[in-house]
């Protein structure tokens, strides 16, 4: 069953073509590496499927929906069954672990009993459990990636985005980030990721996605 698919797209800003005529599919409960050189488009990709950017021409299809022709007023509804996950974390500074996990059911309008629930299991999920009072400063660099994995997860989405998610950690600790990505995989969550490490990418069996100034190359399409 296909969770996520681009169908021939095309994203041009006004200097350059960021994508080319793009196609590819992620099954639901799959995880896909997106690689490629710095440029290549992989934020792009990821930028264009949560429509925080639109595209310029072809199809997206998600949850039965062709996203390119999504109207403005149903993107929240969207991207609540999204989780995204960023390479800086882009925590708030001012808040508590507890406060950013829980934005997303804020603006979902989750209540406060069900809200403290979700935000304790999401935080168990990544070992953080007890940290809920702690500020994004007081934590290492590991432990702030987990809260935006956290963060991520709390309103259990069906497909993840994560963008360059291990490239400010130790081999070690992506190895350990690549662990929870696979836990989620097993309870039904598709996930796309961007990467440039081929290390990691090396050391598992999931789908290849490769990019190339903006074309899907096409080996993109084998699994390892």
Do not use: W
């Not at 007081?138 to 360059?164: C, F, H, M, T």
């Not at 097993?186 to 290390?199: D, F, K, N, P, R």
């Not at 598992?204 to 074309?215: A, D, E, F, Y």
């Amino acid at each position: 069953m296909i969770s996520f698919g681009y169908n021939h797209v095309f994203k041009r800003y006004t200097a350059n073509n960021a994508l080319i005529d793009v196609s590819f599919h992620l099954n639901k409960c799959e995880i896909a590496f997106l690689t490629g050189h710095s440029g290549a488009g992989k934020s792009t990709v990821l930028r264009l499927v949560a429509l925080m950017e639109r595209c310029s021409r072809g199809q997206m299809l998600f949850d039965g929906q062709n996203l390119c022709r999504l109207r403005e007023g149903d993107i929240p509804a969207l991207r609540r069954k999204m989780g995204l996950i960023f390479q800086d974390y882009k925590l708030l500074a001012d808040r508590t672990v507890f406060d950013n996990v829980a934005l997303p059911l804020l603006v979902s309008g989750v209540g406060h009993y069900d809200l403290a629930r979700l935000v304790r299991a999401a935080l168990d999920k990544v070992g953080l459990l007890g940290k809920e009072k702690k500020y994004p400063l007081a934590l290492s660099g590991r432990e702030q990636q987990r809260v935006g994995i956290a963060r991520a997860v709390v309103n259990k989405p069906a497909l993840i985005l994560a963008d360059e998610p291990t490239g400010n950690l130790t081999p070690e600790l992506s190895i350990e980030i690549m662990n929870l990505f696979e836990q989620f995989q097993q309870v039904g969550v598709s996930i796309l990721i961007a990467t440039h490490e081929a290390g990691i990418v090396a050391q598992t069996k999931h789908k290849v996605l490769q990019l190339n100034h903006g074309r899907m190359l096409k080996e993109a399409y084998e699994t390892l």
